[in-house]
């Protein structure tokens, strides 16, 4: 468990799986605290982002499966069903900014993805 100094809460982290189990440029998905939650790796590096699985948009749970890649220099997923896209940092949908999806903080401990569902 890890202190935060911002809100003084407990967060704690989840570990989902290897860093080596996530194909560069893709994702997963993992049933965290009875949430979907798509965690995505980018590139072949340790940069990872989590947000919840679910697009509003065809009301699926599947952006697990989604499209990788980047938008100026934002990453961002494309829905495989409707392809909207959605910032990876923000959750925020690019095509629509009325609509955002969930995000949740990611880092990667010796190898292994953890995800801080609160």
Known sequence: MLQTASN???TQWITVCSLEQIIP????CALLKGKQIAIFRIGNTE???AICN?????KTYVLS???????????????P????NFNLTTGKCLDNEAISVRTFPTK??????????A
Do not use: C, H, L, W
Not at 54 to 58: A, G, H, Q
Not at 81 to 84: G, P
């Open 25 to 28: 440029n893709t994702g997963v």
């Open 108 to 117: 990667v401990v010796d190898g292994q993805v953890m995800v801080s569902v």
């Open 54 to 58: 679910y697009d509003p948009f065809s």
């Open 47 to 49: 940069e990872t982002y």
């Open 65 to 79: 499966r989604g499209i990788i890649g980047d938008r100026n220099g934002v990453p961002k997923v494309a829905s």
């Open 8 to 10: 003084q809460q407990t």
């Open 81 to 84: 069903i409707y392809k909207q």
